[in-house]
């Protein structure tokens, strides 16, 4: 089970110099062990439910929202929101409100990515790494999961899915969406932002999840989720092909966990098995009845037993 509910005992923002106001917040104990929670999407932002995570008597968990989403301004702002601009927000985080030289870093799906990303650009600043539902952003990842593959696997949701987009350009979704996503017609932008969100929300746990599925459901939660989750999928995650499994020997000293799925249709377990492979070092869990949701029973088991170890 889950920790019980917390409030934060500081929240503001983040002024990143470049036009974003990035909110935070720090739960737990001040004195506590510091960690940093890295939400998905990109473009989900965070939510109560995060902080349940962390025994609040032993960690000092910062939340943010990141660039575009949740609290932070400008609402579904694509201008200057990379990789490269979400690692240097962390960076500041980690100086100026955790005020700590090393943190345990814990993301999942597109949270993994930029966990795996901070922690190679900065390793000496990370004291452990929780991950889980690896994504590494390569282009066979994107392709299986918004091009075909998946679709095998839903049908019915997939044409809910492509509904949207014209037949003479569904043979690249995402740049077809990327034009929907950034029109200047309001109702073309919804009308995209709902249908990609749908998809990922009626495919990302193992069995059928009406909460799930009502997730991002608002016009703001979806906008922002899909704009911002596609224009880092049509950018390649702003990082090169393979960086982050090329350069996975970086992590070597770092303590780590793995918790994967084996039957996430949203970011399969090759993924996982291929970090496991380049990363040994690192605890490796395949739950067997675990889809991509990090609230799944074998799932969340998995991580709570993560941040109780590295509490210690």
């Known amino acids: 089970m889950m920790y019980p509910e917390i409030q934060p005992y500081s ?3 983040l002024d990143t110099g470049d036009g974003h106001k990035v909110y935070w917040e720090l739960c737990g104990n001040p004195h506590g062990k510091p960690a940093i929670f890295l939400h998905g999407g990109p473009g989900g932002g965070c939510s109560a439910t995060h902080r349940r995570l962390f025994d609040p008597d032993s960690y000092k968990v910062l939340l943010f929202d990141q660039r575009g989403c949740g ?3 400008p609402h579904a702002s694509l201008e200057n929101n990379t990789t490269q601009h979400l690692i ?3 960076n500041r985080l980690r100086t100026e409100v955790l005020q700590a030289e090393q943190m345990l870093v814990f993301g999942g799906s597109w949270g993994s990515t930029l966990g795996l990303a901070y922690a190679q650009a900065f390793p000496q600043h990370v004291s452990a790494l929780i991950l889980r539902g690896i994504f590494t952003v ?3 990842e994107l392709r299986w999961f918004y091009q075909e593959g998946a679709s095998w696997l839903f049908p019915d949701h997939w044409q809910n899915y492509v509904a949207p987009i014209p037949e003479d350009e569904r043979h690249d979704l995402i740049k077809a969406y990327h034009r929907r996503l950034t029109s200047d017609d309001r109702r073309i932008q919804l009308e995209a932002a709902h249908a990609w969100t749908q998809w990922e929300n009626h495919t990302i746990t193992l069995l059928p999840n009406p909460e799930h599925q009502q997730s991002h459901s608002d016009d703001a939660a979806a906008l ?3 704009r911002i989750e596609n224009h880092y999928f049509v950018n390649g995650g702003f990082l090169k092909e393979g960086q982050l499994l090329e350069e996975a020997h970086r992590l070597r000293g ?6 994967q799925g084996r039957y996430d249709a949203c970011t399969p377990a090759r993924t996982a098995w291929e970090l496991h492979k380049a990363w040994p070092q690192a605890e ?3 739950v ?3 889809g991509h949701a990090f609230d799944e029973p074998g799932i969340l088991a998995h991580l709570l037993a993560a941040t109780d170890r590295f509490r210690d």
């Open 138 to 140: 390569r282009q066979a």
């Open 284 to 286: 490796f869990h395949l």
């Open 288 to 290: 067997d009845d675990g």
């Open 254 to 259: 770092i303590p780590g966990v793995i918790v």
């Open 11 to 13: 929240h503001g923002y």
């Open 88 to 90: 240097s927000d962390m």
């Open 224 to 226: 922002a989720f899909a």
């Open 71 to 73: 609290r932070s301004t």
